[in-house]
């Protein structure tokens, strides 16, 4: 049981050994190489994943095979628990950005920590929430937001995310243009429109995996 509050995760922070006891805790460490598959869309499993180190994407592939990025994931974060929430297939796929390290918890812990611990099932259900909002706002930008705006929209809540939201922020690891075209609804060659006219305007630098913001004021002026 303190084995695995030892990995100070998030949606535990706050339990205590005690509130674990009469729960069989299991989990298991996995690591993953760059681009490795953790689950694919409509997967049947339902283990829930917390990540330790490295970078994740939650990915949509249209039947098309067109991709959609839904989401990155921070340390400590967990996912996959729609899956062993519902015993639905999992509505995803998730791949590792870069080397990367999970834990891998069964379903039938993590069920039995939603249902005994009244802290994580809160934190889940806010999580859950939180991601409604989300959705909704995404699909709000989709259809009144400009791809120029959809891609600056990105990149500030990016920047609000990393705590860099000011003149000469840095945003390391950025995403690549593929990557934020599949984020935002839109193909690489108009982001990448975007990003140099954003840099033309002074408004932003980039390098690789690397975007400086010169002008935040005039990047949120733009939505």
């Not at 991709?67 to 519902?86: K, N």
């Not at 950025?174 to 060659?189: L, Q, Y």
């Not at 980039?206 to 004021?217: F, G, K, M, S």
């Amino acid at each position: 049981m303190t084995g695995l509050l030892s990995f100070d995760l998030p949606l535990l922070a706050g339990v205590r050994a005690a509130d674990l006891a009469g729960i069989d805790v299991q989990f298991q460490e996995r690591s993953l190489a760059g681009w490795e598959v953790l689950f694919n869309q409509q997967d049947m499993s339902r283990d829930v994943y917390f990540l330790l180190s490295g970078a994740l994407l939650a990915v949509y592939w249209t039947p098309e095979g067109r991709e959609i990025i839904f989401s990155r994931f921070s340390t400590g974060s967990y996912l996959g628990e729609l899956a062993a929430l519902d015993d639905g297939d999992r509505s995803l796929a998730v791949v590792a950005r870069a080397p990367t390290r999970v834990l891998v918890m069964p379903q039938k812990c993590f069920l039995s920590l939603f249902e005994t611990v009244a802290l994580v099932r809160h934190r889940v259900v806010t999580d859950l929430v939180s991601r409604v909002r989300a959705l909704t706002a995404r699909n709000m930008e989709l259809t009144s937001f400009t791809v120029e705006q959809r891609v600056v929209s990105y990149l500030i809540a990016l920047a609000v995310e990393r705590g860099q939201l000011e003149t000469g922020g840095v945003l390391d690891h950025a995403p690549t243009h593929a990557e934020i075209a599949a984020s935002i609804g839109a193909n690489r060659e108009i982001v990448s429109r975007t990003m140099t006219k954003l840099a033309r305007r002074d408004i932003l630098r980039t390098a690789r995996q690397r975007i400086e913001l010169l002008n935040p004021d005039a990047l949120s002026a733009i939505l």
